[in-house]
């Protein structure tokens, strides 16, 4: 059997960050303006190490160039995915993202930038921002240009448990108060179409508008929830999205729940609870990665997780669920 890869997280201060990363998970945060835990990433802005055992101090991405076996020999430079808490005590920019033709073509070869949300908590009432209402592109740039940003933006109502999946192209901002678990391509690749005229140090923060009309798509269409879930004695699994670049699944046990690992890799997170794994302590705020070849895993106690294996899953794979 292989060791699981715990992981410690970096953190990211930010104009609208706040300090719920460390009173809801007891995070060792920088200051009571971070709102970002990149808690499994192998990305050149934020490279977790492991925490402990037989590859303690080496960083996720040395592994990934290093050990390539414990990721089942997937192909590819970088650690295909990402996973980071986002708090946002302030509302964020909103913004696009490019797929991986344009982000390639632009931005020196990067990866573009696929992503969803887990909403781990919201206020009463909260909303977010995913889409537009512009009939077509002509008039994706015509309401930019003309800064129509009440008649541009789509808010839809969130609350706690709430899942959206964000394609390239589609508009999107966390407003403030929510707070969510991302799974994305490990990609920083962001474009700011509007920044409700904040400064940072004194100065407007750069938004990326000529960048954002071209990958904004029109009109636009809401992705799909397809959720497919299974049960056992004290024990739920729900998928809750399956795409070309991850599979994310939530894991409910109030008992325990034991699996076999046949995938190249499963990023693990604890979003709430406690129990263990294979005897290991975890807990709210724990993160781990369960390696190729790891065999069977048993998890135990009362906790929430959410799982997330790299690209489309196959129709052998929804033996997991």
Known sequence: MREI???????????WGGRRLKDVYGYDIPGDDTGECWAISAHPSGDCTVREGRFQGMSLSGLWNSRRELFGGLSGEVFPLLIKIIDARDDLSIQVHPDDTY???????AL??????YILDA????????G?????HEQVEEMIRGKKWDSFIRKVPVKKGDFFQINPGCVHAIKGGTLILETQQNSDITYRVYDYDRLSGGSPRQLHVEQSIDVIKAPFVPAANDFCTDEGDGWNITRLVSCPYYSVYKLHLEQS???????????VSVIDGEGTVDAHPVRKGC???LPADYGICRFEGS??????IPGLETAEDTAWL
């Open 5 to 15: 890869l715990f992981l410690e997280p970096v953190f990211k201060e930010m104009i």
């Open 103 to 109: 982000a390639g073509l632009h931005e020196n070869g």
């Open 112 to 117: 573009g930038k696929t992503e969803c949300w």
């Open 123 to 130: 206020p009463l009432g909260g909303e977010i921002v995913i």
């Open 132 to 136: 537009h209402h512009a009939k077509d």
């Open 257 to 267: 729940y034991e699996f076999e690992q046949v995938h190249p890799f499963i990023n």
């Open 287 to 289: 993160h781990f990665i």
């Open 303 to 308: 906790m929430t997780l959410i799982c997330s």
